[in-house]
């Protein structure tokens, strides 16, 4: 009997054992693939410099891990504040390892909840250079910009690759309504304003629900957010993210 108990406890040990590994494994992988593609790239999709710095930088591209997560970077479209592409062709979600796993599990916690809902990224990791170019474009005053712009100075936590916009799209792949866009300015995105929109009709009980499920997914994960946009979700403090990571440039 008790050598009964001892082969059951060693079993168990062994899978959670091989369980954590098995994760760590497929994150490691993604890096390696990463650097191989840097020296091996199929000559009709030459890879864009900005992706090469992001691997330089060792970030993963998240579709190397989980495929069920929708890109579609906004920066790499006119369909945003600025009104011009700054991505080009680039459309990947790039993040540190470890804000990566995070994003995986987000994905795997909303499918708990609703299984044929996907997150969709919106932005991920942003090079400082970009980051002054929407700084000096955004025309208000200082003190208002903060609430919606980092100061390139000191940088955004996607200057470190370790913050995602974000939402959510449904089975047919359409992103639920947040009740205003992506990149909105002003009061209607503020998650610390839910309460009041709805009182005043300006939102939605269910485009407030919609919110709620994303953040939902996104603090289990280990994320949280900010008061000005209900789509940004940083994985640290800045902190954090100075002594851990080192900022695109």
Partial sequence: ???????????????????????????????????????????????????????EAGLIDVALIDTTIIVNLK??????????????????????????????????????????????VLDAARPRSIQQIFWDTLKMPVSEKVKFVANP???????????VDISIADENKIALDMGCPYDYIG?????TSETKMLSEGKLSQQQVDNRKLLRTVMYKAGFFNIQTEWWHFNSCRREEAIIKYKMIE
């Fill in 75 to 120: 920066y790499s479209t006119t369909d945003n504040f600025l009104g011009f592409d700054l991505y080009g062709d680039f459309n990947k979600c790039y993040l540190q390892p470890d804000v990566a796993e995070k994003l995986i599990k987000a994905q795997q916690y909303l499918n708990e909840i609703k299984a044929s809902y996907h997150l969709i």
């Fill in 187 to 191: 009061e209607l995105a503020y998650p």
């Fill in 153 to 163: 100075k000191n940088g955004s936590l996607h200057n470190f690759g370790a913050a």
């Fill in 1 to 55: 009997m008790k050598h009964s108990f001892l082969l059951i406890l060693f079993f168990t040990l062994y899978c959670c054992s091989s369980e954590k590994k098995d994760n760590t494994t497929t994150v490691t992988q993604a890096i390696a693939r990463n650097q191989k593609l840097m020296v091996k790239r199929p000559v009709c999709k030459p890879m864009t410099t900005l992706e090469k710095s992001l691997i």
